[in-house]
């Protein structure tokens, strides 16, 4: 069965620093690309980025909103993907999603929240 | 780069078809042939219902198809369940390699 389980949210202060892990089973992790999405409270859903396997050239992509805060990295030998979150800001307060895929994003973590705030 | 255009709610009565809409541009959906769907229950995990445009993975009703013409990509709900209540986000691929989402349906089965 494939599974994406978060963990790392909680309450952090403006412009602290927060890492996010997501740990799959149920599939070769390396096999696939990972992709963060976040949903700030009774909000939508907003892409936040997505990693690409090694295959792939492993490299990642951010949405213009986190990019050059927040750092998407993956471990294959610990099958979890990271995000780095710096310089966090009140309006990042979200649950925070990891799902497997890129294009075909198909199965998600139950989420994992993180709120900002003094 | 602006969020896929839904609109905020849609209601159908048990056995009744609902379509639920999804603009975007050029750029994204009528650019590209990678539109899902999901569908999100209150304080769950979204859950994909549609990929690739029209395709559903293993386990989805085919209750639920996928189509698009142009810009616009629609999710039909055909034979309306009560389970089928939920919040519809669509979502595309848009170039540059990032990914855009709707603002999300509310599906009401009255």
């Known amino acids: 069965e494939v599974q994406v389980v978060e963990s790392g949210g909680g309450l952090v202060q403006p412009g602290r620093s927060l890492r996010l892990s997501c740990t799959a089973s149920g599939f070769i992790f390396g096999d696939y690309a990972m992709t963060w999405v976040r949903q700030a409270p009774g909000k939508g859903l907003e892409w936040v980025g997505w990693?690409?396997?090694?295959?792939?050239?492993?490299?990642?992509e951010y949405a213009a909103s986190v990019k050059g805060r927040f750092i998407i990295s993956r471990d294959d030998s610990k099958i979890t993907a990271y995000l780095q979150m710096n310089s966090l800001k009140t309006e990042d307060t979200a649950v925070y999603y990891c799902?497997?895929?890129?294009?075909?994003?198909?199965?998600w973590g139950q989420g994992t929240l993180v709120t900002v705030s003094s | 780069q602006s969020a896929l255009t839904q609109a905020p709610s849609a209601s159908g009565s048990p056995g009744q078809s609902v379509t639920i809409s999804c603009t975007g541009t050029?750029?994204?959906?009528?650019?590209?042939?990678?539109v899902s769907w999901y569908q999100q229950h209150p304080g769950k995990a979204p859950k994909l219902m549609i990929s690739?445009?029209?395709k559903r993975p293993s386990g989805v009703p085919d209750r639920f198809s996928g189509s698009k013409s142009g810009n616009t990509a629609s999710l039909t709900v055909s034979g309306l369940q009560a389970e089928d209540e939920a919040d519809y986000y669509c979502s595309s691929f848009a170039g540059s390699n990032n990914l855009i989402f709707g603002g999300g349906t509310k599906l009401t089965v009255l």
């Open positions: 990693i690409r396997s090694k295959e792939y050239g492993g490299a990642a």
């Open positions: 050029s750029s994204d959906v009528g650019g590209y042939n990678y």
């Open positions: 799902a497997r895929g890129r294009t075909r994003v198909d199965y």
């Open positions: 690739e445009v029209s």
